[in-house]
């Protein structure tokens, strides 16, 4: 596998990077990087450990890094997961409330702990910022439970205080959505199952409407619906398929819509082939009135279904 850290890879400009992943030779993995600057959304740098954990540390080849944002690299974690010798130091900043960095989660604790410092990373009020972190809580745990991944979930994320914004990257190397979705359901291809995933209640789990206490299937299309009120970017990459939630004109009236397809949206079917499943989410913290009353309906729903899981785990079995 190759793949390049370009000079500037963010959600609005991601494209041109993914179609630069090159998944041939999945036993290796190559790296390489612009070498007069490298500025990245964190879920480049989530999809590049998620790669580099599928190996061995000695099949990974990484060119020298020459650019001065490669002790931004290694202060978000990058060479360290990758096991990665740089030769090069850095100043260790507190990463409270600025930036996450790159986080493997496999186990519930290791998700509590992440959502704990993802928290002040907000920059909101308690409730509006429990409600998002739960939100991303949803899309690991579904990672953890359906992913069928031995390396689990990788995050990182990163607050932007001049735009008061917060990005966060997620990849996991598990089955992919289409194989997940096509449990219940039929997708003829990865981007048909995307958007499915997309909607909400629908679940890999199950065909029951709402998906099922255990798996409410709304985490997805609950952060897009966020990307959408306040104008955000979102994207989502299994397989071929590749869809991007594009940024509403000013002005324009903010309708949420069940249907993905609906959405002012760009997708591909014809991506390099990614086993397993890419999010990157980009959320303006200004609390616009459309944004706290969301942030509210979408509290309420999960209230409920905590509540409804908390009953299943500890309903006796019935014996006939």
């Known amino acids: 596998m190759k793949i390049h850290l370009p000079n500037s890879a963010f959600l609005g400009n991601i494209d041109p990077f993914i179609r630069g992943f090159d998944p041939a030779s999945p036993n290796t993995l190559e790296i390489s990087a612009n070498d007069k600057w490298i500025s990245v959304h ?38 360290k997961i990758l096991k990665i010798q740089s030769d090069f130091g850095f100043t260790e900043h507190e990463p409270a409330g600025r930036f996450i960095p790159i986080t493997q989660i496999k186990t519930s604790n290791e998700l509590t702990r992440f959502i704990t410092e993802m928290i002040p990373l907000l920059h909101l009020e308690p409730e509006p910022a429990k409600t998002i972190a739960y939100i991303i809580s949803e899309l690991v745990r579904n990672v953890l439970e359906h992913a069928a991944t031995k390396n689990g979930a990788i995050l990182c994320a990163q607050y932007y205080k001049k735009s008061n914004s917060i990005r966060i990257g997620i ?67 299994s397989g071929t398929g590749f869809y991007k939630l594009l940024k509403k004109p000013p002005g324009s009236r903010i309708k ?49 279904a905590i509540k409804e899981r908390k009953k299943a785990k500890h309903r006796k079995p019935k014996f006939i």
């Open 42 to 79: 964190p879920v480049v740098l989530s999809m590049l450990a998620a790669l580099g954990l599928t190996m061995k540390q000695k099949k990974i080849h990484c060119a020298k890094f020459e650019a001065k944002s490669k002790h931004y690299l290694a202060r978000m974690g990058l060479f």
């Open 171 to 237: 990849a996991d190397k598990g089955m992919g959505i289409k194989e997940s979705i096509n449990q219940s359901y039929s997708a003829a291809n990865d981007l048909d199952a995307i958007k499915l995933a997309l909607q909400p209640g629908i679940t890999g789990a199950t065909k029951r409407e709402g998906g099922t206490e255990q798996n409410a299937g709304a985490g997805l299309f609950f952060i897009k619906s966020i990307a959408s009120v306040n104008r955000d970017f979102f994207i989502i990459y």
């Open 256 to 304: 949420l819509n069940a249907d993905p397809q609906k959405d002012r949206h760009s997708e591909n079917s014809d991506m390099p082939f990614w086993l397993g499943t890419v999010i990157g989410i980009d959320i303006s913290l200004d609390q616009t009135e459309e944004f706290s009353l969301l942030l509210d309906a979408i509290r309420k729903t999960y209230s409920s």
